[in-house]
């Protein structure tokens, strides 16, 4: 059994141990605040968001690897406080004789829900610039769209991380290597009240794959495929967070039952709180992540 975290300034990240593939999910929660003598993840010192983009990808998009490139530089430049979540969905994506499947049950959902109108493209904690609209550098964003081109990712991102937010994050988890069972805290403490309801929503990603891919006109059969989304432990949605108060210190941990399909070394865990609006979860009002085992 193995059991690994650390904590930063505002988050606390936590590597593990996992391989996705079937799953069995139990879940329980705390509501309030800890006691003295429990264990605290996440920080009660105020901060930024961190920027979360959900980009939306396919293997046969020649474009698609150049938003690969400028959404790695951004959290290159920004160690700890971007998460990159790679979906592929859509025509680019869709199953095809000769090239991988990396489709998930998610993908189109969260696609749909962006209003994006051709690949590549991205949802920058699923947000709408103010100003930005139809206009460098975000290019493809409408009142009715918050998808991004991949010329906008940058910028984007750096907008969010100056924006304060009301919940501060953090994460452990402890792998059971013999019974493949995983067992993930993820805690939440509110530095302002959320008016609106929150979801807290926790997402398993899988880098180092290699596959087909085009890029830029080329077909390369070994390009490497990163941040790519597998499995929403959380469902769709996310799971509602029942107290969103200022004050508030809320945990919820998760056992997930994992099979041998994926390269444990080449996982992470996501996780992100998004706000309802209009019935939809959004925006993302802050995110953390981290790599399952080192």
């Keep these: 059994m193995k059991k690994i975290y650390f904590k930063l300034p505002l988050v606390a990240l936590v590597a593990m141990t996992m391989v996705l593939g079937s799953c069995k999910k139990d879940s329980t929660d705390t509501g309030g605040d800890t006691t003295p003598q429990e264990e605290k ?22 474009y698609c690897p ?16 971007v998460v990159l979540i790679n979906v592929h ?5 869709d199953p095809a004789a000769g090239w991988p499947d990396f489709t998930t049950s998610y993908g189109s959902a969260l696609a749909g829900m962006s209003g994006l109108a051709g690949y590549p493209a991205g ?16 290019f493809k964003q409408s009142a009715t769209s918050m998808a991004l081109s991949r010329g906008g990712f940058n910028a984007a991102g750096i907008d969010r991380m100056a924006q304060p937010t009301n919940v501060n994050m953090g994460m452990k988890s402890v792998y059971n290597a013999s019974t493949r069972e995983l067992k993930l805290t993820v805690e939440l403490y509110y530095t302002g009240d959320e008016t609106v309801s929150n979801y807290l929503n926790v997402v398993v990603l899988e880098s180092g794959v290699e596959g087909k891919q085009v890029d830029a006109g080329v077909i390369k059969n070994n390009y490497v495929h990163n941040h790519m989304l597998r499995d929403m432990i959380t469902g769709q949605w996310g799971d509602k967070v029942p107290t969103t108060v200022k004050g508030t210190r809320y945990k919820k941990t ?8 994926f390269v444990a070394e080449n996982l992470e865990i996501a996780a992100y709180v998004s706000q309802e609006e209009s019935g939809k979860k959004v925006p993302i009002i802050n995110g953390i992540s981290a790599k399952m085992i080192k």
Excluded: I, W
């Design 41 to 62: 993840l996440a920080s009660e010192e105020p901060g930024n968001a961190s920027a979360v983009l959900e980009e939306y990808t396919g293997v046969r998009c020649t």
């Design 89 to 93: 969905t859509g025509y680019y994506a």
């Design 254 to 261: 998760y056992t997930y039952k994992v099979s041998e399909d």
């Design 123 to 138: 949802s920058m904690n699923r947000f709408t610039f103010d100003g930005g609209k139809n206009a460098a550098p975000y």
């Design 66 to 81: 150049d938003g690969h490139r400028r959404a790695q530089a951004l959290a290159d430049a920004n160690p700890g406080k």
